[in-house]
């Protein structure tokens, strides 16, 4: 697996590329607002500061090898309105978790699907994972019909799996294999 160099993905719609400090005010704009983070995990950004800790998070689990999260922007545009990625990534299996957030503006158009669909494709290709998984809340049915759209499979409900936001969180475990993906 490459981690020397950041790639930048391109799509028809999309520039996918290096979340920079720059990209702060942008992010804090969109992770500020409580539907965009109702699922993430953390609770709606107060500052610019948590804006650049989630950039420094995004940086370090790069420089650790366990993630790559890419900023999606408009083409010709250039302005960070999410963010999409690996995390946990466990090299010796062959396998990652995917997550993506999007500005609450954009939904509906399809950013997020052919964003996370990018990046899918350069995970099988260039990161060699063999398995892909997402854990959604089951309250989150937009990011279930997403990823169900790109031929993953909801393989079951992992209880009280994560404790976030004051709360212990239910999360459908999805999964798609290379071989799948190739089928679509």
């Known amino acids: 697996m490459d981690f020397d160099t950041f790639p930048i993905l391109e799509t028809e719609r999309l520039v996918l590329r290096k979340v920079m400090n720059e990209d702060a005010s942008s992010i804090f704009k969109y992770m500020s607002n409580e539907e965009v983070m109702k699922y993430y995990g953390l609770e709606p950004f107060e500052s610019i500061n948590d804006a650049l800790d989630e950039i420094a998070w995004y940086q370090s689990i790069h420089n650790n090898r366990t993630g790559r999260r890419w900023g999606i922007t408009l083409k010709e545009q250039g302005v960070v309105i999410g963010s999409c990625g690996f995390h946990n990534i466990v090299s010796k299996h062959f396998r990652s978790e995917i997550g993506f957030e999007l500005s609450q503006d954009l939904w509906g158009k399809g950013i997020a699907a052919e964003a996370v669909e990018a990046i899918i494709n350069y995970g099988f290709q260039h990161m060699n994972f063999q398995r892909i998984e997402a854990l959604i809340e089951p309250p989150n049915c937009s990011s279930q019909k997403l990823v169900e759209k790109l031929g993953f499979i909801n393989e079951g409900l992992l209880r009280d799996y ?23």
């Not at 969180?169 to 798609?176: A, E, H, N």
């Open 162 to 184: 994560e404790f976030t936001r004051g709360k212990f969180d239910d999360l459908f475990m999805y999964s798609l294999l290379k071989q799948d993906f190739d089928k679509i």
